[in-house]
């Protein structure tokens, strides 16, 4: 999308809301105009200038290269009106034992920086809305690296189940076809865990075998007393615990049915 880099403003010159008790409406409009295009005339020649100006400022460094370049010239028509190749030799072998040429000039490596914004786009900035003070909510965000007992789990996080024998025998589907996966996220303070059925390969087709959510305070430490939390380290936590709920379910719905 093209960037308007000059405005000319005011852009409507007739449109305005007329004052009350305006005896001659002809006569206000008239003086109304008239005084929007010496406005715009003046921001006209503003334009103007500042267009002057920028091509000033180019010309003047094209004509400081100009000269550089002038002056590698002039050195080098020295250096070869002085060479005389009957009386100096070069072999081969010293031609090639020289080093090529390098340049001496800087490079401008800040291209788009502040200090090369336009004095027009600068104006346009300055005169945009400041944005919202969104910066008051960061001690209100409560994200997955912040939640107790959770050392380094991102959210979106992709863990691969271990087990992937009792979902083969629920979906009816041979072992070395599927594959479970274990999405792992974060909902407001709530540890979200989505147990997925893929099949081998490239697809990106699945099956959403259940939904496990954790709240605070969450598991306890391995059973062997090590560091980090069971179901960060064994993936099949996640889907031993739904299926105890998908169990526990079904228990209750025969229950109710009795």
């Known amino acids: 999308m093209p960037l308007v ?13 007329l ?21 715009q005339l003046g921001s006209l020649s503003r ?18 290269r100009m ?6 010239v002039d050195l080098l028509v020295i250096k070869v009106t002085q060479l005389d190749s009957t009386v100096e030799e070069v072999s081969l072998q010293d031609i090639n034992m020289r080093k090529a ?15 090369s914004i336009p004095n027009p786009v600068m104006e346009m900035y ?10 008051i909510l960061t001690p209100y965000r409560y994200g997955a ?29 041979r072992v070395h076809t599927l594959r479970v996966v274990l999405d792992v996220f974060v909902v407001g303070q709530q540890l979200v865990v989505m147990i997925v059925a893929k099949p081998l390969g490239r ?3 699945g099956l959403l075998l259940g939904l496990v959510t954790l709240s605070p305070p969450f598991p306890t430490p391995r059973d062997d007393k090590k560091d980090g939390l069971k179901f960060y380290t064994d993936p099949s936590y996640f889907f031993n615990l739904w299926k105890e709920k998908m169990l526990q379910a079904t228990e209750d719905k025969r229950k109710e049915k009795r």
């Open 47 to 64: 334009h103007a200038e500042d267009i002057f100006g920028e091509l000033f400022n180019e010309a003047n460094s094209f004509y400081m």
């Open 67 to 72: 000269n550089s370049l002038q002056e590698r």
């Open 19 to 39: 004052p009350d008790g305006v005896t001659s409406e002809l006569e206000c409009v008239t003086n109304s105009t008239l005084a929007a295009i010496i406005k």
């Open 145 to 173: 690296l912040r939640l107790p007992g959770l050392p380094g789990v991102l959210p979106m996080r992709r863990i691969r189940c271990l087990t992937p024998f009792a979902a083969g025998f629920l979906l009816g589907m």
């Open 126 to 135: 300055q005169r945009c809305d400041k944005p919202p003070p969104l910066n």
């Open 101 to 115: 040429f390098k340049s001496s000039t800087v490079q401008n490596q800040q291209v788009v920086s502040r200090n």
């Open 5 to 17: 880099k000059r405005n000319i403003e005011p852009r409507h010159l007739c449109r305005g809301a």
């Open 203 to 205: 697809g990106t087709g």
